[in-house]
Each structure stands twice: as structure tokens, then as C-alpha cells.
T-cell receptor, first 116, second 113 residues
């Protein structure tokens, strides 16, 4: 079965610094991978999605992620953090199973704190 | 644009009480999902419905039942609430399956005393 592991439950950066949130996946088939963001007291919103078309995926709000098959990783980056980026971030993998419709499996989440 | 609407937003139950969480989407999506979110555990899938008329168990289905009432609505029922079911519950929908973008509701915060 597919799974994801997010390294670091809490990441703190200064405003303007690089953001790096780590995600490793386990999948027996080429995966569909996602990053979602959750702002306080809200539901989750899609940041970006990997579907094998390109290894570097660009998302909303200046975020991007690179798919590295050899490392089974899908880390999320942003060159310069903004205060509004403070939120919880979730990596997820699609588990098609036998139904071919599947379910989305989430990692444990990483809380990003941005310091002024 | 309403998107995915969940009711209620907050609920407090006593152990053993029952309740139903309601979810409706207005995007003509085929697939709908119920997740629970607990600190340090991410989101765990309770049940999902790939299409109208079908439901399947997720990772943590025990203590829950679901009904896909029609294409728009997918309800989650707790027959006999337990303190371990204290959590934030999210409903989500997608056009078709988990390879598509999921749209989430704003959540229901449930406390079982």
C-alpha cells in the first residue's frame, strides 16, 4: 500500500528565507503526489500535484516541488518565505488499490512558522 | 460558490449518544470522502464513496457508518459516540477519484465527553 512520511512536524524560518518541507513516499506503482495547505480553522487547499508529466511541479503562491524517483522524495520549496505562508502543510499520495478510483493517503503534516 | 458544505461546525456529545454529520457539494462531483484530523496524525480516511451508490471503508472505519444519499450528499453517522472519536472531521469531494483535486469543507469540531 502507498504511504507518505513527512520529516519534521514543525519547521521555523525567517521571513525571506528558503522554505523546505520534506516528504518521502512509498509506492509500488508510479504515484500521483500532492501537497495541500491548511490555514488556521480552514479546510485543506491544493498547492500542487505531480502526475508524471514533469518532475518539477509549480504550484500556487510561489511553491514548487521536485519529484525524485531515486530518492522516493517529493519535497516542497519556496525561495522566499512570507508571513502569510504560516500554515500546516500536508503531503499526500493517491492509492488506487483495486478500484481504480482510490483514496488519498496523507502524511502527518508539517507546521510552518514564519518569523519576522 | 458554496463548494463543500458541512454541518454542524461544532458539536459536543456525551458518550453513547448518536449523531449524523452532513455534507453536501454543489460541483457535480462523483467522489466524496470523510476524513478525521487528529494532532500529529495528519488526516485519516474514514469512508469514501467513489460514485453515487457505492461506499468503501478507509483506514479507520470502526464506529462509523456512511450514507451516499444522492450525488450531492454524503453523511457520516456515529451510532454510539466514544471519547476516542473526539476529532475534527472533514468532508471532501473530487470530480472522479483520488487522482483529481480534492475540495474540502471547513470541518466539524466534535467533542465526546
Amino acid at each position: 500500500a502507498q504511504s507518505v512520511t513527512q520529516l519534521g512536524s514543525h519547521v521555523s524560518v525567517s521571513e525571506g528565507a528558503l522554505v523546505l518541507l520534506r516528504c518521502n513516499y512509498s509506492s509500488s506503482v508510479p504515484p500521483y503526489l500532492f501537497w495541500y495547505v491548511q490555514y488556521p480553522n480552514q479546510g485543506l487547499q491544493l498547492l500542487l500535484k505531480y502526475t508524471s508529466a514533469a518532475t518539477l511541479v509549480k504550484g500556487i503562491n510561489g511553491f514548487e516541488a521536485e519529484f525524485k524517483k531515486s530518492e522516493t522524495s517529493f519535497h516542497l520549496t519556496k525561495p522566499s518565505a512570507h508571513m502569510s505562508d504560516a500554515a500546516e502543510y500536508f503531503c499526500a499520495v493517491s492509492d488506487l488499490g483495486s478500484s481504480n478510483t482510490g483514496k488519498l493517503i496523507f502524511g502527518q503534516g508539517t507546521t510552518l512558522q514564519v518569523k519576522p | 460558490n458554496a463548494g463543500v458544505t458541512q454541518t454542524p461546525k461544532f458539536q459536543v456529545l456525551k458518550t453513547g449518544q448518536s449523531m449524523t454529520l452532513q455534507c453536501a457539494q454543489d460541483m457535480n462531483h462523483n467522489s466524496m470522502y470523510w476524513y478525521r484530523q487528529d494532532p500529529g496524525m495528519g488526516l485519516r480516511l474514514i469512508y469514501y464513496s467513489a460514485s453515487e451508490g457505492t461506499t468503501d471503508k478507509g483506514e479507520v472505519p470502526n464506529g462509523y457508518n456512511v450514507s451516499r444519499l444522492n450525488k450531492r450528499e454524503f453523511s457520516l453517522r456515529l451510532e454510539s459516540a466514544a471519547p476516542s472519536q473526539t476529532s475534527v472531521y472533514f468532508c471532501a469531494s473530487s470530480r472522479q477519484g483520488s487522482n483529481e483535486k480534492l475540495f474540502f469543507g471547513s470541518g466539524t469540531q466534535l467533542s465526546v465527553l
